[in-house]
């Protein structure tokens, strides 16, 4: 059964500090993905992992993929205020598995001044 | 513009009344997904549909019922057996033979029980 977790779930951080989110997956995906929620909205893609050790960047935040542990991270390098929002990780999308998507419970950010 | 369309985006039911929740994509998107998401919680998946007429139950399928006539929609019945349906439901789609492509989403229906 395909089984994803996120740690931490909350994470409350100073401005220009850096910390890292762990999505930890139990079974062989092809695929892994992170979104960003904010408050009271829909999900926006952040990064898409294909392979073993992708890394894509985005502004202050870097998403790195390592199948053999099943291991993804995400990485936020001096957070500002506007990095505030809860950010989910999800796993599947294989056709053998009728393409089921499981996300994460989210890691909820807040970052103060 | 491609995208997946949801509606309405909001929604109000009385005790006992079966509602539908409309998605729409024209991404051509092969694979589609209903999640529910409640105050401060993740996503959990209700159903998903890989083919048209072929939908499977996900993690939370109790008390709702899914159609899949057409590839570009995938309505989400929420019956009057699901005994607490106040949520935000979310609908997205993805490509499964594009790896590259990520699952979007709709903007979500928010659904209270009256």
């Known amino acids: 059964e395909l089984k994803v977790e996120q740690n931490p779930l909350f994470l409350s951080m100073q401005e220009g500090k850096n910390y890292t989110i762990y999505c930890n997956y139990s079974t062989t995906s092809d695929r892994l993905y992170w979104y960003r929620q904010d408050p009271g909205k829909s999900l926006e893609s952040l990064f898409v992992?294909?392979?073993?050790?992708a890394v894509k960047q985005e502004g202050r935040l870097m998403a790195s993929l390592d199948t053999k542990a099943r291991l993804s991270t995400l990485h936020i390098t001096a957070a500002v205020h506007d990095l505030s929002a809860t950010y989910f990780c999800a796993v599947g999308g294989l056709e053998n598995q009728g393409g089921k998507l499981i996300f994460g419970q989210g890691t909820e950010l807040s970052v103060k001044p | 513009d491609g995208g997946i369309t949801q509606s309405p985006k909001y929604l109000f039911r009385k005790e006992g009344q079966n509602v539908t929740l409309s998605c729409e994509q024209n991404l051509n998107h092969d694979a589609m997904y209903w999640y529910r998401q409640d105050p401060g919680q993740g996503l959990r998946l209700i159903y998903y549909?890989?083919?048209?007429?072929?939908?499977q139950k996900g993690d939370i399928a109790e008390g709702y019922s899914v159609s899949r006539e057409k590839k570009e929609s995938f309505p989400l019945t929420v019956t009057s057996a699901q005994k607490n349906p106040t949520a935000f439901y979310l609908c997205?789609?993805?490509?499964?033979?594009?790896?590259?492509?990520?699952?979007?989403f709709g903007q979500g229906t928010r659904l209270t029980v009256v």
């Open positions: 549909s890989q083919i048209v007429n072929d939908f």
């Open positions: 997205a789609s993805t490509a499964l033979a594009d790896r590259t492509t990520e699952a979007f």
């Open positions: 992992l294909l392979s073993n050790g």
